[in-house]
Every structure is written in C-alpha cells, then in structure tokens.
C-alpha cells in the first residue's frame, strides 16, 4: 500500500489472542510512521521492546486501568422498546448490498485501502465482524474505527465506511480486553440504521436484518471470550452465547422449520477451522432453532478460507466463511493443518508483496449481493482483485442451493486447496 501514513502491519503480527500480552505489544508500536527510507526490517522481539523501563509503566497502567473490574453491562432490547433488533431491508426485486469485513480495526494502510473499496463498493449496509485492536480501549475505537485523530501520535486514523441504510458492528475479543467500554458507549452508538441520514445507534451487539428471502442474523460471541484476570492465561474461554441471546433468538427472532427464508449467520468468533481452536458452544446452543445447513461468517482467524459444510456432534450444521482478513497481517495456510477434517473448498494462499519484508496474506472483505432468492458473494482483497466468488439460492422450503455457472476462483487467484 502507498498510503504510509497510517500503521504497520509489523507492530501487530504475532499479536497474542490474550489481553496482557496485547497491552504489551501495543507499546512496541512506534509513534509515527516509518520514513519510506527506512530499514523496515521488523522488529525480531517486539514484545522485548515493551519491557524496557521506560516503556513497563506505559502498558501496565493501562492494563490495569482498562482490564481490571466488571465489565460493560450486556445491552438487550428493552421490552417495552419498538425497537427489538430486528430490521427490514429491502426486498423484492430490490439489490441489496452489504460488505462484510472482521478483525479489520488495526489502523494500518491496509485497513484504509478496505476502507476505501467498501466505499466504493457502495454498499446499502456495512457490518463489521469484530476486533479493534489492540485492545479496544477507547483511543483506540476513536482512532482505529471512528477516524479521530489520536493527538499522542502522528499516525492518521481509519474510518469505518458507513452503509447507507445501515451500520452495526459485532463484539470482538479484543474489544472485550478492555472490558468492552469503547465498544458499547462509543462504537455502538455512531452505528444503526440510518434515518434522516443520520445513524439512529446500533442498541445491542446482536440483530437480525431480514427480507421476504432471507435473514442475516449476527450474534456476540466477543462478551464471554475473556475470563478472570490471570485465569485467562491458561485457558481460553468456550464463548459462549449469553442467556440474553437465546432468549431473544426465541423470543423475537423465533426461526422456524417451515420459514422458507435462508439463513446466514454473523458471528466474531469462527464454529470450527482447519487451522486453529474450534468454538463449537455456539453452534450447539443454536441446534433448537436451524435444522437446515445456514451460511456462516465468521472472523477472528486472520485468514479467507470458504469452507465445505461440516458440524460437529450438537451442533448446526454450517457453511462456514472464514473473513477475518480486514486489517491484521495475515497467515498463510500452513503445510500441516491442525484439523484435517474441516475440508476448505478455497484459502487465499496468496503472499501479499509488501515492503515491511513480512511474510504475510492478503487482506480484504467480502461483499454480499442480495437479489430476491439469490445471494451472490464476491471476495476482493486489498489490491481490488475479485478472488473468489460464490452464488446461492434458497428454495420454497429454505434450503440453501450452491449456484455454479462461473468460475468461482479468479484467474489470478491460487488453486483452490485441498
Ligand atoms: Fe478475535
């Protein structure tokens, strides 16, 4: 990317799944952009770097001050509010675009080149699957997702590009690292429908989006992924879905057997991969209300990887797209794969070129084209190339339909793997 006033991707390769550890990389992180002339070579020990005396206070005040305590109270959709978190978009005929993009929220210059094609792309909603890093804190919200400018440091900050009908924003981890606050008092709150051409404010970190064809459900899995303080260090939370969650799912979404709609489902956190830790809770706490295979987007693995369907003993069974490839430095497929048995129909294998010498991925975001029964999702990485593309329909009884009249791997794309 030539944007170079913006973050690197080197300061936040590696980074720890784990909230003091992040605290502590975010301190290696220089405060302005590397001269172009510059040896970028990247640092072989960043995390050292935070260690040095003058650094140490730097990251544990803020871990201390951001991580310790309860955290933000989980929002829910009041009773006696019109507003339960379920929205019309429009259907018919009527083209309905949505871009999709997770773990995008680093502040890089590659952030902002995705920033800049969902722009483009002009889509009627913009979802974001969750993570602001490093620790979502609400500097960073303010200068890594609501583009304004930090005055502690010379980088220019990142804007997440608004829909025009609507913007909403599910839960990350790293949101949760600083217990949520930036997420749901400063995110939250620039986010939602848009009436009078102004963001009515997204209510809760779950909602549905539905038409007469489909219902595109998003749930918060970020809210339970942190444990006590220490405690998490050595385990890793299940995330499951909170009560809240299922009640409404029950309640006010109520899927049904016989509703013909296609479901498609949005959550931080991914059902299952060939690469790294499954989540499967989630999917077994949704068994009572899918019975048919749903798409489902997931983030969290800094990766694009289009799945086969597979489930798990008790859970749904799903269709899984892993995009969490927005923002981070991302992983390349490795050679042996944890789980083999998770068979991907296509992994962007691709090495991104870049002049910080990393071996690194592409990033990039999908973009999803809702058209009566007909949902078409394209996959454009950060240099604009459609990688991938992929077309379903779903049939008077809400079965999902694979489409296959084009080529769904671009020419300039590697082979799909195996
Ligand atoms: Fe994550």
Redesign the pocket.
Known sequence: MQHDCRKDLQDLQKLP?QPMLSYVQKQSQPTAPRPKTADRTPTRYPLLTAFVSSKIVAWIWPYLSQRLGPRHPFLTYAASDTDQGVYRMPGGDTEVRLALA??WATGTDEAHGIGELITGYAPHYSIHL??VYYVGGPQEVAENFLGIKNPHNAFEPCTWPQGSLGSFALN???EMYARGFGYFDQMLPTLGLVQNGTPVGQKASFFCLENDHWRIIALDT?YN?IDWPIVEFFRTPPCELRPEQITWLRDIVRPRADDPRGIILLT??QYYSRYEDWYPLQAKQLAEFFSRPVLWYW???HRMAVYEEFQVPGGIRAIGRCI?HGGMPIDLPPADPKHKECAVEFVDQRHYQNDEHLTIGYNGYARMTLNADRVTVEYQDVLGAIIFTEAWTVDAGGNLQRIRETPSVAANAAAPAS
């Open positions: 799944r997770g773990d969750g993570d990350g981890n790293h970020g992924s931080h956190h983030g969290h693995e969490g």
